[in-house]
């Protein structure tokens, strides 16, 4: 790709976010307020529904994309399977954040979406692995791919409970991502990608360091479902070993957060479909930890899941397996710090 053609993506990608802008400034008049409750954060009123620019101009931008980008599409029936399952997600939960459905019915939605999504055969079939090769797995692909999709989608919904957390960490994502699928080939994961950061980017000044108006559930679950439908596409990088780990690494903040959440409070005995604030982040912030800081961190997890991603793509079989090992790390490092500060504050064992 020649850097007049990189100049050429950005330019688009700068009106895409200028669009989105547009969309949120006028979602902050719509009127769509988030209250505040116990769970939440916030303690002022204050306007929900900001995805919707995010959505607004990302189709906007795959629209131009299916119509003038023959090398960066995929086949048609993929390509609308993803298109109208995550508008279907996008419909569904702006619909939540004006009228609070209860959870079985988003989950209903996302397993709609995702069944669309996968029924189109964009699914994880073959796994590469080291040592043993392309591993097919069939049917059982599906299965896994549905089970990555609901897991992203609601792992990014969860997260979304701090100002620019979830937009910081998936501008940061999607530009890494970017870069590694330019460097595979991988054009239609490269314009999307750089579509949705571009989005993103559009909503951020609107939510931080203070928030005229949250991303909501419209944002944060469309964010999370498009990643993981990137991240499907990804798998499919020929020239990678362990191409399906590229995304959750770019991710690994937020997926962490999320698994070792759900694992203690399963291990607690605590209903894990009733509403907590017990997610990493949220405990860190009822500690006494800045909520700018606490965003920044996390922006910082995905650039160093976007680095080490980077390195995978071009380490021997033997660095991939330490690769992943080094993403660890940090996590340790920030749930011990959690730990602490809880322990330090009134929370104790929270």
């Not at 988030?34 to 959505?55: L, N, Q, S």
């Not at 795959?62 to 119509?67: A, E, F, M, N, T």
């Not at 997260?159 to 870069?179: E, K, P, S, Y």
């Not at 571009?198 to 909503?203: C, H, K, L, N, R």
Request: hydrophobic share 60%; with cysteine.
């Amino acid at each position: 790709m020649t850097w007049a053609a990189i100049l050429r993506h950005l330019v688009f990608a700068g009106g895409l976010a200028c669009v989105s802008a547009r969309v949120v400034r006028a979602m902050v008049s719509a009127g769509v307020m988030d209250r505040p409750a116990a769970r939440k954060a916030h303690v002022v009123a204050t306007p929900k529904g900001g995805g919707v620019g995010i959505v607004v101009a990302f189709l906007l931008g795959v629209s131009v994309l299916y119509g003038f980008a023959d090398f960066a599409r995929l086949a048609d029936a993929y390509f609308r399977g993803v298109v109208l399952a995550a508008l279907a997600i996008a419909v569904v939960a702006y619909l939540d954040d004006i009228r609070d459905f209860p959870f079985v019915v988003k989950l209903a939605a996302q397993v709609a979406a995702a069944l669309l999504a996968v029924g189109t055969g964009l699914y994880v079939e073959v796994f590469n692995l080291p040592g043993l090769g392309a591993v097919d797995i069939g049917v059982w692909g599906a299965v896994a791919t549905v089970a990555w999709i609901l897991f992203a989608t609601n792992a990014m919904n969860f997260i979304d409970g701090l100002n620019g957390l979830v937009g910081g960490t998936v501008l940061v994502a999607c530009g890494f991502l970017a870069v590694i699928a330019a460097g595979q080939d991988g054009w239609f994961v490269y314009f999307a990608a750089l579509l949705l950061g571009a989005a993103v980017a559009g909503f951020l000044p609107f939510n931080f360091p203070s928030a005229r108006i949250f991303m909501g559930d419209v944002g944060s679950q469309f964010c999370g479902f498009v990643l993981a439908m990137l991240g499907v596409a990804a798998a499919r990088f020929q020239a990678v070993e362990m191409s399906f780990l590229l995304v959750p690494m770019l991710l690994s903040g937020v997926l962490f957060d999320v698994a070792f959440t759900l694992a203690r409070r399963l291990l607690a005995g605590e209903n894990i479909a009733r509403a907590h604030r017990s997610h990493l982040y949220q405990v860190a912030h009822r500690a006494g930890v800045d909520a700018r800081a606490i965003a920044v961190v996390h922006w910082g997890f995905a650039a160093i899941g976007g680095a080490v991603a980077l390195a995978f793509t071009h380490a021997g079989p033997g660095l991939k397996l330490p690769l992943l090992a080094m993403l660890l790390v940090p996590q340790a490092v920030w749930l011990g710090f959690v730990v602490r500060r809880a322990r330090a504050s009134a929370l104790g064992r929270w």
